[in-house]
Nanobody, 124 residues
Framework: QAQLVESGGGSVQAGGSLRLSCVASGYGTSQNCMAWFRQAPGKEREGVASTDNFGTTIYAGSVKGRFTISKDDAKKTLYLQMNSLQPTDTAMYYC??????????????????WGQGTQVTVSS
């Protein structure tokens, strides 16, 4: 059974860094578009970054230049390196696997499998 399990969240001060991991059991990370989303209290879930096996990466404008998405297909693990964290990055972060092989749009409707999330809290 396919399962996505995130880890690596925590509390940091502004300017700090965190690295999130998502282990994708079952189907792994090599067959579909993989992505990170986040959701802050009272806000809609928003796409952060996505990647696929064709070299397509998509970043939200708010994280471009600060966050890096990557994956290790042999380990079935998706990563999100987050640098220069700001209080506005505070949210629950979710790993997701897309319906398709390629990444086309960073919107929740494009993704059918979700992890339970890992909390990231950035203090000023």
């Amino acid at each position: 059974q396919a399962q996505l399990v995130e880890s690596g969240g925590g509390s940091v001060q502004a300017g700090g860094s965190l690295r999130l991991s998502c282990v994708a059991s079952g189907y792994g990370t090599s067959q579909n578009c993989m992505a990170w989303f986040r959701q802050a209290p009272g806000k809609e879930r928003e796409g952060v970054a996505s990647t696929d096996n064709f070299g397509t990466t998509i970043y939200a404008g708010s994280v471009k230049g600060r966050f890096t998405i990557s994956k290790d297909d042999a380990k079935k693990t998706l990563y999100l390196q987050m640098n220069s964290l700001q209080p506005t990055d505070t949210a629950m972060y979710y790993c997701a696997r897309g319906w398709g092989v390629t990444c086309t749009a960073l919107t929740p409707a494009q993704f059918g499998y979700w992890g339970q999330g890992t909390q990231v809290t950035v203090s000023s």
